[in-house]
T-cell receptor, first 111, second 117 residues
Framework: DAKTTQPTSMDCAEGRAANLPCNHSTISGNEYVYWYRQIHSQGPQYIIH???NNETNEMASLIITEDRKSSTLILPHATLRDTAVYYC????????????FGAGTQVVVTP | GAVVSQHPSWVICKSGTSVKIECRSLDFQATTMFWYRQFPKQSLMLMATSNEGSKATYEQGVEKDKFLINHASLTLSTLTVTSAHPEDSSFYICSASRAGDDQETQYFGPGTRLLVL
């Protein structure tokens, strides 16, 4: 069972920031938060991951609350090509790298 | 870096035949490879975990004799769907964890769409 809860869908305007929430209230101290996205009919694409600190890379920023029970993925300037299903995944480092995918959030970026 | 390829990208076969899907890490060595299956409008379901030189570990409900996995090298894993039936039609996706990466981030292939007639 997925350990995360995400909204089913979100719309956002092209050029604006997209803020994708994820709840993981049962996360353990050594579990990482990973974000992937899947564009239609393609394999998932790694976006970012974090443990406690906020993280930023060329694709996105990850904001993790202090109690680690939720996080937000931020796409700073959404483009039409960012339309995809976004998956928030909590990964146990002792699980041999397994990822359990939930339903994710369908993000649609509109002009 | 961290490119994973799959071959073929799509395949159509007759019921009862076997189909082999290859997964390759092109620019890195993979400590572990994973195989997933995704039915239409559903999420990815992990089928098995594969380590080079050892037997694959299958998830509950996945028949190991039907979905044969061979992990011949640190850059190649194959999934063979034996005696395929229409219910095996699905999108098969592999991923690979890059050796030396912090927390073994998985990188996914583009997927193979299988249609069994």
């Amino acid at each position: 069972d997925a350990k995360t809860t995400q909204p089913t869908s979100m719309d956002c305007a092209e050029g604006r920031a997209a803020n994708l929430p994820c709840n993981h209230s049962t996360i353990s101290g050594n579990e990482y938060v990973y974000w992937y996205r899947q564009i239609h009919s393609q394999g998932p694409q790694y976006i970012i991951h974090g443990l406690k600190n906020n993280e930023t890379n060329e694709m996105a920023s990850l904001i993790i609350t202090e109690d680690r029970k939720s996080s937000t993925l931020i796409l700073p300037h959404a483009t039409l090509r960012d339309t995809a299903v976004y998956y928030c995944i909590v990964r146990d480092p002792d699980s041999w790298g397994k990822l359990q995918f939930g339903a994710g959030t369908q993000v649609v970026v509109t002009p | 870096g961290a490119v994973v390829s799959q071959h073929p990208s799509w395949v159509i076969c007759k019921s009862g035949t076997s189909v082999k899907i290859e997964c390759r890490s092109l620019d890195f060595q993979a400590t572990t490879m994973f195989w997933y299956r995704q039915f239409p409008k559903q999420s990815l379901m992990l089928m098995a975990t594969s380590n080079e030189g050892s037997k694959a570990t299958y998830e509950q409900g996945v028949e190991k004799d039907k979905f044969l996995i061979n992990h011949a090298s640190l850059t190649l894993s194959t999934l063979t769907v034996t005696s395929a039936h229409p219910e095996d039609s699905s999108f098969y996706i592999c991923s690979a964890s890059r050796a030396g990466d912090d927390q073994e981030t998985q990188y996914f292939g583009p997927g193979t769409r299988l249609l069994v007639l």
